[in-house]
């Protein structure tokens, strides 16, 4: 079982004028089994947790904590956070010419478990991954996110995600720039995840339409930097219906 908290996690960022803050004392706690949204304005700072949390060399954490099963994360190398059992699915993900998609899978599958995957079984595996998210059994001999379209570097982020089986899986606005049919099966993909005992979801999106394929536990209204407003599923249908004018105003 695990649990994912943030606890008043301020983070900066360096900028000509000098260190600008970020994240303003950001608190959430993801239970095992549990599925947390986060929604809110361009800005407001939801890709900068996600990337604190996951250690991007770029954002400096100057408070807070941020524990995984009790262990701080602030503490781990970005390669411990992932073998301890954090996933990051990125909003952009990167292009790796000349590594390909099932060298690269079952390289980092080897450096969480720390063994390599037995051949026979781990191919198997793969293509069972590719196909349930409608990608070709060629697609594993492409070079990492080269040429891939918005869609297939989505479903590409959710193989891992099936293969690698974190304990807690933050995915950074996954909805971008899919359409629908791409949107159902990466919906499926993290759905499968989710049915997994004891693991964890923190979704970042700006939209309500994925909300309707990945149903919630709880949802977060995101507004400079922080925490604006919490509550059940349905506080995304009233962010559909209003917008966000209303915590922009009194967050001014």
Same mark, same amino acid.
């Not at 929604?39 to 954002?59: C, D, E, F, Q």
């Given at each position: 079982?695990?649990?994912? &908290?943030?606890?008043?996690?301020?983070?900066?960022? %360096?900028? &000509?004028?000098?260190?600008?803050?970020?994240?303003?004392?950001?608190?959430?706690?993801?239970?095992?089994? *549990?599925?947390?949204?986060?929604?809110?304005?361009?800005?407001?700072?939801? %890709?900068?947790?996600?990337?604190?949390?996951?250690?991007?060399?770029?954002?400096?954490?100057?408070?807070?904590?941020?524990?995984?099963?009790?262990?701080?994360?602030?503490?781990? %190398?970005?390669?411990?956070?992932? =073998?301890?059992?954090?996933? +990051? /699915?990125?909003?952009?993900?990167?292009?790796?010419?000349?590594?390909? $998609? %099932? @060298?690269? +899978? =079952?390289?980092?599958?080897?450096?969480?478990?720390? &063994?390599?995957?037995?051949? =026979?079984?781990?191919?198997?595996? $793969? @293509?069972? /991954?590719?196909?349930?998210?409608?990608?070709?059994?060629?697609?594993? !001999?492409?070079?990492? @996110? &080269?040429?891939?379209?918005?869609? *297939?570097?989505?479903?590409?982020?959710?193989? !891992?995600? *099936? +293969?690698?089986?974190?304990?807690?899986?933050?995915?950074?606005?996954?909805?971008?720039?899919?359409?629908?049919?791409?949107?159902?099966?990466?919906?499926?993909?993290?759905?499968?995840?989710?049915?997994?005992?004891?693991?964890?979801? +923190?979704?970042?999106?700006?939209?309500?339409?994925?909300?309707?394929?990945?149903?919630?536990? =709880?949802?977060?209204?995101?507004?400079?930097?922080?925490?604006?407003?919490?509550?059940?599923?349905?506080?995304?249908?009233?962010?559909?219906?209003?917008?966000?004018?209303?915590?922009?105003?009194?967050?001014?």
């Amino acid at each position: 079982m695990s649990k994912l &908290e943030i606890i008043d996690l301020h983070v900066s960022v %360096s900028t &000509e004028d000098g260190p600008k803050e970020i994240l303003k004392g950001v608190t959430l706690t993801i239970d095992a089994d *549990e599925t947390h949204a986060i929604m809110g304005p361009n800005g407001s700072g939801k %890709s900068t947790l996600a990337y604190s949390v996951a250690g991007h060399p770029k954002y400096t954490v100057t408070g807070g904590q941020v524990l995984l099963d009790g262990e701080d994360v602030l503490e781990m %190398s970005v390669d411990e956070r992932a =073998r301890a059992g954090l996933f +990051l /699915a990125m909003q952009y993900p990167v292009e790796v010419p000349g590594v390909s $998609v %099932s @060298n690269f +899978l =079952r390289t980092a599958k080897t450096a969480i478990d720390g &063994e390599a995957p037995k051949l =026979r079984t781990w191919v198997k595996d $793969v @293509n069972g /991954a590719l196909d349930r998210l409608n990608l070709d059994p060629t697609f594993g !001999q492409r070079s990492v @996110n &080269e040429g891939f379209s918005g869609g *297939e570097k989505k479903r590409h982020e959710i193989a !891992q995600l *099936e +293969l690698l089986d974190p304990k807690v899986a933050i995915l950074d606005e996954t909805d971008s720039g899919l359409d629908i049919d791409a949107l159902k099966i990466v919906s499926d993909g993290v759905n499968r995840f989710r049915e997994r005992e004891g693991r964890g979801v +923190l979704l970042i999106t700006h939209y309500t339409r994925i909300l309707r394929y990945i149903k919630p536990d =709880r949802v977060h209204v995101f507004v400079d930097g922080k925490v604006a407003e919490s509550g059940g599923p349905e506080l995304a249908d009233a962010l559909e219906a209003e917008g966000y004018d209303k915590y922009l105003k009194s967050a001014v």
